[in-house]
């Protein structure tokens, strides 16, 4: 051993104390990870209206937090309707108030989409449908989306994703208005509402309570084989509540990659819960045992594992075999006794007719003038 080098003892030490540190900033970084994940809320705003290009004819907004609806408006009542009574008291009288005095005022920049749909229609009168579609999220209290769209009569015409900064046109013609969207003036509203009434309000509410009683997911996890062999498991959670909930694969208690794993996306229930469902197709070698889905919810304690069910429904060939052996003898046995007893019954039809010509035969009247 050179002088001055570390003793051998002390190198391990080093040693263990690197990996202690390394796997407190792993424990760190899945900690953190499930909060961000715990906290994640969507807000979409929904403008339509309808009318020629001489007026409105109708004017609706909705306002879905995490796809619950909290508020709508509706030119015909000129006032906002809250969904969810708490919500009034959060807001206060104040600013709703302020926010029917700007969906009044703006009014005529509704109407103006409206002129843009009808200025090369010869028939003045039809009517005409605009829609502005916005939507933000945010993620542990951080903006990661936000997002507007324009559809006009019921195809999407420009969309703008506050990242990229530019409005993007879906259809040519909507070059004629770009220059409009992309002034100052409307860059700077656009972007003030965007974080005003989508992004702070939807914060503000979140932050009081939840928008309904939060629910556990229900789980089921089931098997099977796809026409090609491949074996398909599959992982459902719905009915739960809030939004937020992770879903992943263990085979033997490990994560790791062992087919095609595909996902359907979050979607909403009609009863504003959510559903998920998670899939793995494993190659037709892979017996499927051992694979389990884990499930992690606010509302679950801990992290919920799933077994999949031992039983395949891979249909063994015996088993088919002896299925069409056994409708064959089914069949055959049918059959065998409908010709019984249709043999049966012509010789009973022969017996009566034979019958009745006796007894004709017998008759004494009959007798007397066949021997006439």
Not at 276 to 297: F, I, M, Q, R
Request: aromatic share 10%; charged share 20%; hydrophobic share 40%.
């Amino acid at each position: 051993m050179k002088p001055g080098s570390p003793l051998p003892w002390a190198m391990e030490c080093q040693r263990s104390w690197r990996w202690l540190f390394l796997a407190g900033i792993f424990i760190m970084e899945v900690f953190a990870l499930r909060k961000t994940q715990a906290v994640h809320h969507r807000h979409e705003i929904q403008f339509i209206t309808v009318g020629t290009g001489h007026s409105i004819l109708e004017l609706s907004e909705f306002s879905l937090i995490d796809d619950v609806e909290v508020a709508s408006y509706n030119k015909g009542q000129k006032q906002i309707t809250i969904k969810i009574p708490w919500i009034s008291k959060v807001l206060g009288v104040n600013y709703l108030t302020q926010v029917h005095d700007l969906l009044v005022k703006h009014e005529p920049h509704f109407l103006w989409l409206l002129q843009f749909l009808a200025q090369h229609d010869i028939n003045d009168d039809r009517n005409h449908t605009a829609q502005n579609l916005i939507e933000c999220e945010v993620d542990n209290n951080i903006t990661v989306k936000s997002h507007i769209h324009l559809i006009l009569d019921g195809e999407e015409s420009s969309r703008i994703d506050e990242e990229v900064g530019h409005w993007e046109n879906i259809k040519p013609e909507a070059k004629q208005y770009q220059y409009i969207l992309e002034s100052p003036f409307w860059t700077n509203l656009r972007k003030s509402y965007m974080k005003l009434y989508c992004v702070d309000l939807m914060k503000k509410i979140v932050g009081y309570s939840s928008l309904r009683d939060n629910v556990a997911p229900e789980v089921v996890v089931s098997q099977h084989v796809s026409p090609e062999g491949s074996i398909i498991l599959s992982c459902i959670a719905t009915g739960f509540y809030p939004r937020s909930i992770i879903m992943h694969w263990e085979k033997n208690g490990k994560l790791g990659i062992w087919g095609n794993e595909s996902s359907s996306g979050t979607l909403p229930n009609m009863d504003s819960t959510f559903y998920l469902k998670v899939t793995l197709e494993l190659p037709p070698e892979d017996s499927g045992a051992g694979y389990s889905c884990v499930v992690e919810h606010s509302e679950l304690k801990s992290p919920a594992i799933y077994s999949v069910p031992r039983k395949s429904t891979r249909k063994k060939p015996w088993i088919l075999a002896l299925g069409i052996i056994l409708a064959v003898i089914l069949l055959l046995s049918c059959a065998g006794v409908f010709i019984k007893w249709k043999i049966r019954k012509t010789v009973c039809m022969q017996e009566l007719r034979s019958d009745r010509k006796i007894l004709d035969w017998e008759h004494p009247r009959r007798q007397e003038i066949m021997l006439s």
